[in-house]
């Protein structure tokens, strides 16, 4: 990772942090409906890992925290913007909402809401590339909770015994919901969990983006070069509760500032300033400049789109005009 | 036209659309190396290979959910679950998945694959493996379904599914595997969508499906040969979606309507039809509609408790024989 590459990731974790942050304000403001996961803490998670692979190439797919890892795979962050909207113009058409983000052609395979749900379908994409003979591989992010699921379990022994190509990221940010990981889970070092299944496995920071991706180089290589599944966990923290319906009453001050203290943007900017390649003048800028383009670009497409037409309630439920649905005839 | 089997028919589909398209898959316990329980896979793993027939893990959620995966990047996945009563397990990944994965996505992302479960009451069971599922299927949207009477449904209802590029759910059932019947021996393709009028008639129409389908005809000899009733016979082979404008049409042609279903009545075809019939052609009717269904219960092992359980061509005789007063 050179210089260059760190500015652009600097610039990029800050992107997701003040999208996340004005789609908070949206909420607020009722724009946006529903449910909504924000990632705030964990960019250096996405964005190492994805850096470390091939963004729009490789197949990721994710849970309902998922508007960074689509923004990071090539999604436009205006049509998800507007997807959040509820527009005709966002990335579903108005019809996901924030947890069902979608970008195919940049191979982002979606967001799930059930929690463990995208287990298997890495592995079914993993399954489908390893048939096609292509190099591409499956990314599956998801969460330390996720992993109680029988999918996570399921989807481990089948990868392993069919060598797919699929890298599991485990983003541990401590949680599940608002249940603290060691009331909820027997063994808390998550990469441990898959050495049952014969898995390589690892545990990094996932605060520094530089270990992330260091440790994401090694499964990525790993995983492209043929020699079966890897596991990654991520060790990070959200600074928000669950969902915006979640209080976030369960956890301490002092926990909260121990993570603040570590925050993987600022901890990449204070090492880009003290090797001298910012100065905090730049980073005021770029941070300015950033907020500017949410809000003149991103914003304002998002409030100008129009909503889909309830005409087409119905579309997209069933393939339209298949011929095989009347015996290949018509 | 040759007679074969229903399982020789499902198994001739296989073979020729993996022959066809090397993305063709298919997927479920035993049915590799054993060759499937109910040999609709018999000699696919020593043609296709271990890539291509894959013996799967008792894991009905994770490998459901692995073909839909794989669909999303256009592979054709045909899945059997071994029984109905363990896609109850599966029901996570073709619901929340499958079945809606393209409405989510505004239409970017689809999961064409085929889910083939025998379903029904075979010979004691018992309660957990006797199941009727597929008034839950039914009632999903996003989720075609369809169910074979007879072995050519069962080849050319297999042959479209895996073409059509929604995710589709084949109803099959325990004892129907070894019922002989003609299958053309050219390619055939069935609709997914659309019923079948199995017999002509003019009284009373009994709306049937699958296993029920053969209980209607049954009952509709006995009515014509014993009480001088001549019954019209439909096949709903899909159930999802209903046929409407056949349903509607046939009530119009006989004014009444007996549905004839394997399953507990609540929420089931029969009430389906039903509404359908009320909404389409309720001042076309002369009688009440009847469904003929299974009893509220789990099944019961005791062979007597079970026959009694489901119903059959006597009851389908009696019900219609009470509707027209003869």
Redesign the interface.
Known sequence: MNVADKKRLLREMLFARRFEERCYEAYVERKIGGFLHLYPGQEACCHGVLEAARPGQD?V?TGYRDHVHAIKCGADPKEVMAELYAKET????????SM?I????HHF??G???VG?P???????????K??GGDEI?ICFLGDAANNQ??FH??L??AK??ELPVLYVCENNLYGIGTRIDRSTAVIDQYKRVSGYNIPSAQEDGQDIEKVFAAAKKAVDHVRSGKGPYFLELMTYRYRGHSMSDSNAYRSKKEERMWSERDPIILLRDRLIKAGEISKDDYKAMDTEILDSIENEVIAFAESSPEPRVEELE?????EN?P?????GR | MAEIMYWEAIRRAHDEEMERDPLVICMGEDIGVAGGTYKATKGLYEKYGAERVIDTPISENGYTGVGIGASFLGVRPIIEIMSVNFAWLAMDQLFNSAAKVRYMSGGQVSAPLVVRSAGGTAHQLGAQHSARMEKVFMGIAGLRVVTPSNPRQAYGLLKSAVRCNDPVYINEHELMYNMKGEVPDGEYFHPLEGSEVAREGSDVTLFGYNISLHWCLQAAQTLAQEHGINAEVVDLYALAPLDRAGIAATVRKTHRAVIVEEAEPAVGVGAEVMAIINEECFFELDAAPVRVSAANVPMPYNHKLEKAAIPNAADVVAAVRKMLGK
């Open positions: 197949y797919i966002g990335s579903s058409k108005g019809r996901g909402g069902h979608f970008a195919a052609e395979m979606g799930y809401a059930l749900g287990f298997p379908l890495a592995a079914g994409m993993a399954k489908a590339i048939m096609k499956a029988g999918t399921e989807s022994n089948m015994l069919w579309k997209y439920v069933l393939a298949d095989w649905v009347y015996g290949g």
